[in-house]
């Protein structure tokens, strides 16, 4: 089904009123610092477990099928700009992670990845976050930007799916930002501060994702195809990793398990 009053929309304002939705859960999680000081190790992994699942199945549902299936329509080799541009989002957040200076969650100071600096640790912290949020806004970008060339109901369901995924599991990433600067000695006013200022990265990235395919059509694919490896990448880089820290290993993969069970029956059940 076609919506033809979604024409008179730009898509670039869609992907910006989208993000500034993830955005806005990051801060309600980061908010959880007013209420809380500590947070129980076994619950952050199953959020984050959580994050990981989420992630994992909207990199297939709401980017890679669809690349797949546009290729198709366009007459082209359907697997090769998802290969393409999956290998090569994941090429680019490697990169970034060489470079930019950050500090996964749980870990000490001797484990800063990228270039070496003398910035604290707080900061190291809230760089970790809010480089794998890119990702997260450039794919939510895209999928609106993708409205542009094909104002169909379900690109439209799977745009909105995504959202609300990504909305989902930016919750626990805000939370997981925001307390731990707590206990490096914030105040609960800055840790909240920086906690969400984490999640702003998310509309940037999503107006520029939806600006380049909304102006060049043949890279829409290779676009949707790029913010799902650059996913990827952070999942089995950060995220896994870090959920399975514990213990309570289980826990984390029932959290994975539940999250990519959510996002999957929010894209197939919206599109």
Not at 119 to 132: E, N
Not at 235 to 245: A, D, H, R, T
Not at 253 to 271: K, Q, Y
């Amino acid at each position: 089904m076609k919506l033809d009053w979604l024409l008179d929309y730009n898509p670039v304002l869609l992907a910006l009123f989208a993000t500034l939705f993830t955005y806005f859960v990051t801060a309600l999680g980061a908010s959880m610092v007013f209420f809380f000081k500590k947070i129980n190790k076994n619950i952050l992994n199953a959020m984050l477990g959580f994050a990981a699942g989420v992630m994992i199945a909207a990199s297939f549902w709401s980017l890679l099928k669809p690349a797949i299936e546009m290729a198709e329509k366009n007459g082209s080799i359907p697997w090769v700009p998802a290969v393409v541009g999956f290998l090569a989002g994941g090429a680019f957040l490697l990169m970034a992670d060489k470079v930019l200076p950050h500090l996964h969650i749980g870990r000490p100071m001797a484990k800063a990845e990228g270039i070496r600096t003398a910035w604290k640790r707080s900061v190291l912290l809230i760089l970790s976050i809010t480089l794998h949020n890119i990702p997260e806004g450039l794919a939510v970008g895209v999928a609106f930007g993708a409205l542009a060339h094909n104002p169909d109901i379900g690109l439209l369901a799977g745009a909105v799916s995504l959202a609300i995924g990504i909305g989902l599991q930016n919750f626990p990433e805000g939370a997981a930002v925001s307390i731990p600067l707590r206990r490096e000695g914030f105040s609960r006013r800055r840790a909240f501060f920086y906690g969400q200022l984490s999640g702003i990265v998310e509309p940037i990235a999503g107006v520029v994702g939806a600006y380049l395919v909304f102006t060049v059509t043949p890279l829409l694919p290779y676009a949707l195809s790029f913010a799902a490896g650059a996913m990827i990448f952070v999942v089995v880089e950060q995220l896994i990793p870090e959920s399975q820290s514990g213990d309570e290993t289980d826990l984390s993969t029932i959290g994975a398990m539940l999250g990519f069970a959510t996002m999957m029956v929010l894209d197939v059940a919206l599109g």
